[in-house]
């Protein structure tokens, strides 16, 4: 097989899915945020950012910490070090690809 | 991706502090130019950093303020990675060497405005310099609101408008134009801030 095929087949497929992919790119960039904030910047629904975020906790990705802010239930998210691997990882192996 | 940075300012608080900070030069050149004619060195940093340090502590006070009532509760709360290590030490690299240059533009600009009389070359270099901070400003930080283009085309008009009508040398042309700058950018913070409060509604309770 081809460099550059194997390359895309090699590409880490739970950040590879858009959704994932842009929690993971937003992540990656803040030391820490919550809920709030990723559902508004990548305007999914909460249902379907729940279930992006629990998928990437199961991998070890994302590190979730119930907490609050006042008297105001927060959702803390960040991105553990093995995530933060993964998608340098990821970001090579895309170069590679294209 | 730099969108988190612009995220920073949505609410425009970078703005307001930048304004704020201009008003407190401001304050802190006319209160220099009042202390009497031999007093000591000492004296002319003891009012700057009088005035400075509440000042910039007053802005922080007041941006944690508008983050914790206004921005957190309706677009979320992100916090950025603290500058350490190498970046911090590459920045302070950065800073110095914008500094130095800024600084020897500035000192080459005074020594050929002694020479040619005509064309106050100093003022200039700060007018261009100060409007040219600005749109890269709103060019990094502010696309969102392509209303900041006028706010910098405003700005612009305004410096050209006190150079050609404040007399004297770069010092005392340097503080009605830190309080312009700073007013128009505490205004155009303080609209940022309106706008999104008007726009953006905090989520219902059972948001999470």
């Not at chain 1, 030391?31 to 909460?46: G, P, S």
Request: with cysteine; glycine share 8%; hydrophobic share 50%.
């Amino acid at each position: 097989m081809n460099e550059q095929l194997r390359a895309i087949s090699e590409l880490n497929r739970v950040i590879h899915e858009p959704g994932r992919l842009m929690i993971v790119a937003l992540l990656g960039v803040v030391k820490e945020c919550d809920f709030l904030y990723l559902l508004h910047e990548t305007e999914m629904n909460k249902g379907n950012l729940s279930s992006h975020l629990a998928r990437l906790e199961e991998a070890g990705y994302v590190e979730i910490e119930k907490t609050y802010r006042g008297k105001v239930p927060q959702t803390l998210l960040r991105l553990t070090r093995t995530g933060r691997a993964a998608f340098d990882q990821y970001r090579k192996g895309l170069k590679a690809a294209l | 991706m730099n969108r988190p940075k612009r995220y920073d300012n949505i609410d425009g608080t970078g703005e307001m502090f930048m304004g704020l900070m201009m008003l407190g030069f401001t304050l802190a050149s006319y209160l220099e130019a009042s202390l009497p004619v031999n007093s000591s060195r000492w004296m002319h940093l003891v009012v700057i950093y009088g005035v400075m340090i509440p000042v910039l502590g007053f802005g922080f006070w007041v941006r944690r303020v508008i983050k914790n009532h206004f921005t957190w509760p309706r677009t979320g709360y992100a916090a950025y990675p603290r500058v350490g290590g190498k970046s911090w030490w590459i920045g302070i690299v950065v800073a110095l060497v914008i500094s130095a240059v800024v600084a020897a533009g500035f000192a080459w600009l005074r020594l050929f405005a002694r020479r040619h009389d005509a064309i106050n070359l100093p003022r200039m270099g700060m007018l261009v310099a100060l409007a040219a901070v600005y749109a890269v400003w709103v060019f990094r930080m502010g696309r969102e609101h392509p209303w900041k283009w006028l706010v910098v085309i405003f700005m612009a008009l305004g410096l050209v408008a006190i150079a050609l009508i404040v007399p004297g040398d770069v010092d005392a042309w340097f503080r009605p134009v830190a309080l312009f700058v700073g007013l128009v950018w505490l205004a155009s913070g303080g609209a940022t801030l309106y706008s999104y409060i008007r726009h953006t509604q905090p989520p219902a309770p059972e948001a999470e």
